[in-house]
């Protein structure tokens, strides 16, 4: 199984500036990354596909990079709305999907 | 619109069974596999299990092999989830998800409690 890592575990940055996201697989999954958005009783939400490729009506602010074992989540502008927790998910190598253990974004 | 609505979550005796369903619709329910996936309280996603769109493969995470089976109807547009011997580390809301990963459809999710 591979493992996913996230770090850092909470991020604090205000809003306006940019915010950094980064997930480590523990062996390649190649370019099967996707990246998710969770508020609080929420459902999350897709960002990222494909490590790069923003999902249908996400916001040009997000976007993702890496393949192989490294991938980055950037939030180019922090919006109020952004404030959430975010988990990678690697699907390259399933079955299992796994996921990350996530990273809070909170307001600096 | 697509939507899943899950349903059948609630509270539990560990070693109990519990059913979970999900109605899908606002999209071909036979063209997709689904996948169930778990969210302990205050915890990370796992992944639990998926179905492929005629039932005729079905994949779960190790640690429900041999308690959970995942099944659907598609003349019904549903999926569901079969939870047997139940344990407290199952206490988890249960999402219901279009594909068998990276998609935008997810359903607001089902809360399970397994407690004495």
């Known amino acids: 199984e591979i493992v996913m890592t996230q770090s850092p575990a909470t991020l604090s940055v205000s809003p306006g500036q940019r915010a950094t996201l980064s997930c480590r697989a523990s062996q390649s999954v190649s370019s099967g990354l996707a990246w998710y958005q969770q508020k609080p009783g929420q459902a999350p939400r897709l960002l990222i596909h494909g490590a790069s490729t923003r999902a249908t009506g996400i916001p040009a602010r997000f976007s993702g990079s890496g393949s192989g074992t490294e991938f980055t989540l950037t939030i180019s502008s922090l919006q109020s709305e952004d404030f959430a927790v975010y988990y990678c998910?690697?699907?390259?190598?399933?079955?299992?999907?796994?996921f990350g253990q996530g990273t809070k974004l909170e307001i600096k | 619109e697509v939507q899943l609505v899950e349903s059948g979550g609630g509270l539990v005796q560990p070693g109990g069974s519990l059913r979970l369903s999900c109605a899908a619709s606002g999209f071909t329910f036979s063209d997709y596999w689904m996948t169930w996936v778990r969210q302990a309280p205050g915890k990370g996603l796992e992944w639990v299990a998926s179905i492929k769109q005629d039932g005729s493969e079905k994949y779960c995470v190790d640690s429900v092999k041999g308690r959970f089976t995942i099944s659907r109807d598609n003349a019904k547009n549903s999926l569901y989830l079969q939870m047997n011997s139940l344990r407290a580390e199952d206490t988890a809301v249960y999402y219901c998800?279009?594909?068998?990963?990276?998609?935008?459809?997810w359903g607001q999710g089902t809360l399970v409690t397994v407690s004495s």
């Open positions: 998910q690697q699907y390259n190598n399933w079955p299992p999907s796994t």
């Open positions: 998800v279009r594909g068998r990963y990276a998609d935008s459809s």
